[in-house]
């Protein structure tokens, strides 16, 4: 459907009556200009939190598939009271569950995909001039039963049903006014890109930008949703993710990003033999950890030290794995240092720029910062440093790449 | 299905964790016995009050389809839950939303009746050794949308699906021991009725033993489904309500009960003609004003008194509609009383039982209450007397017919 847009409305643009009132008054806005709109709502405010809370009161092993159906309720009662202040406004709107938004998944309890959209309902109820509001976060599967998409998918709602609607764009509302170069609380004079590819901002949403989903940028990319991440606080225009064409993508580094949620695991001696990297990442893998950045370094004859760096959430899970694989392997002991964090740099460019790596290499050594591990990609460098660095790492190296001016205000065009 | 039963929990017996592990024990209890379950639950405690009081935080009209999308959260926050509690107890078990349970409605929001239930997955869920978790009050309508069925509708859900399963029994668990010949609180030897007819049981809980949703002894009666009223606070047995052959029935008078949610509505010098109690009755039917007890008493020539009881919360609204009603027929003044209370006696024996009414009333002549309106169905008599004598009236009424003692404990047999 042309002249449609969906927007995505977070938890805190939801959280309070007020807060809630002015989102109706910006969806009003939207259609009195003659545009139609859906909407994917989340949980109110700790609405999530409160319910695991109970959750927790009952059982500390709760089934994956009942929480679905408790944390489901948290999006409906965001639908129905928003539909609520549509309606107190003269807007004739309607609220949706996931499953009546025709949002299907797979079988995976808490962490489900969406395998389809069946969009026959909410198109039916757009065309009767309706305001729809969905249920983020939430979808059916094949048995009927309700599955969620885990923390963040609500951006993933949305962004497939302007897929599955076809709509002009995909508004993500959240609390920043878009994405950065850098952290704006780190780096003062950080600039707001005005567009990034899809490859970029899935680079960046991976490495820390907590603007928007990376699952979300995936389906965005698949089927070329135009998606726009901006603030619910203002009017202001935010950051455009689109398809580039490569002739666009001239500019080297679109921005430097930082991750505290990271330790570094190093298990020494490993026997340098066939197949002992997929013994060790199989295991890890199958226990759910997810690891990043991978070296291996030939330190001595027929021994090698296998380092790589986790989620700080998953180190004690990943020390128990370990442990157990050192045994089998008979290699050196496991040491894990959690005084890490990880500095990106992010750009499509890259690829075809040699040379851009070692500029980053060459800020990092000037500012005296010393790097652990490297790990690169074609669109991405990062490097693995001391957490207490972390700041000036991240400054200087937007600083080497001039990211704080503003060279290219046309990009935009 | 044989050797299967349905229980329906209240919002007080799943309203905190303890409460929902004594649920959970009971049911898993029962289970042990080799008996199949299926429970239907209720929102917990004032979670029901709590999201109406978001809805009007939003909004003062909140439309009822909102209303029901938001409503319908509360039992599926409960049937989550007690999913939860059975799985610790290594009890397998599935909640079902009202839609998932196949609870099918008409399109009436905020009060919708079932018309019919689709057992499908109930069936297949039960056949697999689960306990089924049914939430209540709720369902889906033709459209797909989320329907409720009003206050007590939890009650209607277990009676409807002890049906459609062929269920041995529907238990409703409350926080009562059962039916009791008068209310313990006013009667203090008032005794539980061991046994009541869906007769008995419709006119006991229309006229105040708010024990048992009156919709729900409609469908019990309708389907022949037995229930037991019962305690979720203790293992005592309860009121069984099941169809009972005439001859069983010859207890005259089975309770006495009382109701002090009425007022008395009089409008006096109505021209006494064909067609005005069809204007004034339909003028309040259509505003949704329920009438009770209807007297009509010639006082004088060619004019008359018009006289009926409403729920006391109906008054202000009632009197808009009579006022108006008032000056279309050119009648005298609108009295309404809410001084009165209605007391009245139930028995499905009193239709072959003459002269039944005549000792109620000398009963409360005795007492020295003053009747000041009398209505009798084939198995009631319903006075309206002053609220302040409604205790001594209740108890005098009682002891006439000697419904204390325990003339005939084999009729549970």
Redesign the interface.
């Known amino acids: 459907m042309s002249n449609l847009i969906v927007q995505k409305y977070g938890g805190t643009s939801v959280a309070t009556?007020e807060r809630?009132?002015a989102v109706a008054e910006r969806i009003a806005r939207k259609r009195s200009e003659g545009v139609g709109v859906a909407a994917v709502v989340s949980a109110r405010g700790d609405m999530t939190d409160e319910?695991i809370r109970?959750?927790h009161?009952?059982?500390d092993?709760?089934?994956r598939?009942?929480?679905d159906?408790?944390l489901?309720?948290g999006e409906?009662?965001s639908?129905?009271?928003l539909?609520?202040?549509l309606?107190?406004r003269g807007v004739p709107a309607?609220?949706l569950?996931g499953a009546?938004g025709g949002i299907r998944t797979d079988q995976v309890h808490t962490k489900a995909r969406i395998r389809a959209v069946e969009p026959k309902?909410l198109i039916r109820e757009l065309e009767a001039g309706k305001v729809v509001i969905v249920a983020g976060f939430q979808g059916m599967n094949e048995v009927?039963?309700?599955t969620t998409l885990g923390r963040g998918g609500s951006d993933t709602t949305a962004v497939a049903l302007a897929a599955a609607l076809g709509a002009d764009v995909c508004e993500i509302f959240t609390d920043v006014d878009g994405v950065y170069t850098a952290d704006p609380r780190v780096v003062p004079n950080a600039r707001l890109l005005p567009r990034v590819s899809y490859g970029e901002m899935l680079e960046l949403a991976s490495l820390g930008a907590a603007v928007l989903q990376p699952r979300a940028v995936e389906v965005a990319a698949q089927h070329k949703v135009r998606v726009e991440v901006r603030s619910s606080f203002n009017h202001n225009p935010g950051t455009v993710v689109e398809e580039m064409e490569p002739m666009e993508q001239d500019v080297v580094v679109v921005g430097v990003t930082h991750d505290r949620n990271v330790a570094k695991v190093t298990l020494r001696r490993v026997p340098d033999q066939p197949g002992v990297a997929h013994r060790i990442f199989s295991a890890l893998a199958e226990g759910g950890v997810n690891v990043d950045v991978i070296v291996q370094t030939t330190s001595q004859q027929e021994v090698t030290d296998m380092i790589f760096s986790i989620n700080r959430d998953d180190r004690v899970h990943a020390l128990e794995i370990m442990e157990r694989v050192r045994g089998e392997l008979d290699a050196g002991p496991v040491e894990t240092d959690e005084g890490v964090a990880k500095v990106s740099i992010v750009g499509a460019g890259m690829v075809s720029n040699p040379g851009v790596a070692a500029r980053m290499f060459g800020a990092l050594a000037r500012e005296g910062v010393n790097i652990q591990v490297i790990s690169t990609s074609e669109i991405k460098v990062s490097c693995l440093i001391a957490e207490e660095e972390v700041e000036r790492a991240v400054r200087a190296v937007h600083d080497e790449f001039e990211l704080g001016e503003d060279p290219e205000m046309e990009r935009r065009e």
């Open positions: 009556a809630l009132h319910l109970q959750a009161e009952i059982t092993r709760p089934p598939r009942e929480m159906m408790l489901a309720t409906q009662i639908v129905a009271l539909a609520m202040a309606d107190r309607i609220s569950t009546q309902r009927e039963d309700i």
